[in-house]
């Protein structure tokens, strides 16, 4: 029941919280210092009840280039007043930000950059020459030019910017009063957008990252989707890695996928395994390792799905199997006994924990399977990104001792994390709608 609903059948109203109209639009873009300062108009947008509305924006000065960032829109932070904080300050390369979060129609009507920038004369010139970049894109062609005199060192480092599942990869290079890779002076959030900074020569890999998790009836037959709408950028020694891990029981599919960065467990590799049937339940997998920005870009499911097996349907047989396959719960409540095709002899009831790439999930399991032996996944620990573990009842023939069963309501301990995590992971498959148009991306 409702709790409002609750409350008035006790006769107590309760006021509900204002569904705001807030200032609404984004703008990520690298503009001419002699552009400033900015002045905008944006449109509106009706926010959800209790949500407030919101003004962000980051200035990155760097010489005659600057870093805008420009948020506007709802959100559910607390509320604040006005803050501008300087978090590096100049001459050279300066980074600023000003956010508030207000609770009034409209409120957020921010209009100019004039809070954090105002026309200045030009600095003193001292001795140091560095490059000085800005870009998305690459600083192979910089151009060096004199530091101001208070900068003694030259920077060179790369920011990714991520904010509601979106992401840029800023390259920076310019002038610094200070050795080091500290540009941020320890700043990871500016409102909604986080800040990862790396001046590490090997660290400087960008992967796509997002997990993936559908069911449906005919994901052995019909290609989906397989989008990340995020970036990672690596740590020294990673690589980039896709893995897309596919079970069939015959009435369900089940595809789970991640994007992201790991751990070298091999370079340049991919590999596509069978490693169970058909006839019967069928759990296949594509996994990829790569070394170059971005090279996790596989779109669709048919890079596993173009290398499955296409043999004729097979006759039905004489054999019977509960057959399910649950992420959410057990199959001792969801099973569908059915006709097990030909050339299958038992019938197969477990598990396999999924954990890694974002992940950490048990997939329950009932079907049909052609050998006495009823391992899906002959000993198989890693399967691309996923560490894997299979937990089993010995294979069994109708008629034969019946199973040993999870307790009903118990899960294996990978259960728990998994529907912690879970909101996350159908966000990032769903598509869940973002307050942040994309940031612009590498090409």
């Not at 300066?94 to 026309?119: F, G, K, Q």
């Not at 080091?180 to 409102?191: D, V, Y």
């Not at 891990?245 to 596509?272: H, N, P």
Request: proline share 7%; glycine share 8%.
């Amino acid at each position: 029941m409702s709790p409002f609903l609750l409350l008035a059948l006790l006769g107590i109203t309760v006021p509900r919280v204002q569904a705001l109209t807030c200032y609404w639009g984004t703008l990520v873009s690298v503009m001419n210092a002699s552009e400033l300062p900015l002045q905008w108009t944006t449109s509106q947008k009706h926010c959800e009840e209790g949500w407030s509305c919101q003004d962000v924006l980051m200035l990155m000065e760097n010489g005659p280039q600057v870093y805008v960032v420009l948020i506007k829109g709802c959100t559910q932070a607390a509320d604040h007043e006005d803050l501008i904080t300087q978090h590096r300050a100049g001459p050279g390369l300066s980074i600023a930000s000003y956010t508030r979060v207000c609770r009034e129609d409209l409120c957020n009507h921010l209009s100019t950059s004039l809070p954090l920038w105002a026309p200045h004369p030009p600095p003193a010139l001292g001795s140091v020459r560095c490059p000085v970049c800005l870009s998305a894109q690459s600083c192979r062609s910089a151009a060096e030019l004199t530091c101001p005199a208070e900068s003694t060192h030259c920077y060179s480092g790369h920011l990714l910017l991520s904010a509601e599942n979106r992401s840029t990869h800023l390259r920076v290079q310019g002038c610094i009063s200070q050795t080091g890779c500290n540009l941020l002076n320890g700043t990871r959030e500016i409102g909604p957008i986080s800040l990862q900074e790396t001046c590490d020569s090997e660290a400087m890999l960008t992967c796509h990252r997002g997990v993936m998790l559908r069911t449906s009836q005919d994901l052995t037959q019909k290609p989906v989707t397989w989008s990340a709408n995020s970036e990672q950028l690596c740590n020294r020694g990673e690589v980039c890695q896709e893995t897309l891990l596919l079970i069939d029981v015959g009435l369900r599919s089940l595809l789970v996928g991640s994007k992201g960065c790991s751990k070298a467990r091999t370079q340049d590799s991919q590999a596509i395994s069978i490693h169970s049937g058909p006839p019967g339940v069928l759990v296949a997998s594509f996994a990829r390792f790569c070394t170059s920005d971005k090279c996790n870009s596989a779109a669709s499911s048919s890079v596993l799905l173009n290398s499955l097996p296409r043999p004729a349907a097979p006759a039905p047989g004489d054999l019977q199997c509960p057959t399910c396959l649950s992420v959410f719960g057990s199959c001792t409540q969801n099973s569908d006994t059915v006709m097990c095709p030909k050339g299958t002899s038992h019938c197969y009831q477990g598990y396999i924990a999924l954990r890694g790439g974002g992940l950490s999930s048990p997939v329950d399991i009932q079907g049909c399977v052609a050998q006495p032996s009823s391992s899906l996944l002959n000993g198989t620990q890693n399967i691309g990104v996923f560490s894997v573990i299979e937990d089993h009842d010995e294979a069994i023939v109708p008629g034969g001792a019946a199973p040993t069963l999870v307790p009903d309501g118990a899960a294996p301990a990978p259960y728990l994390a998994w529907v912690a995590g879970l909101g996350l992971s159908l966000a990032l498959w769903c598509g869940a709608p973002s307050l942040l148009t994309p940031f612009p991306h590498d090409s």
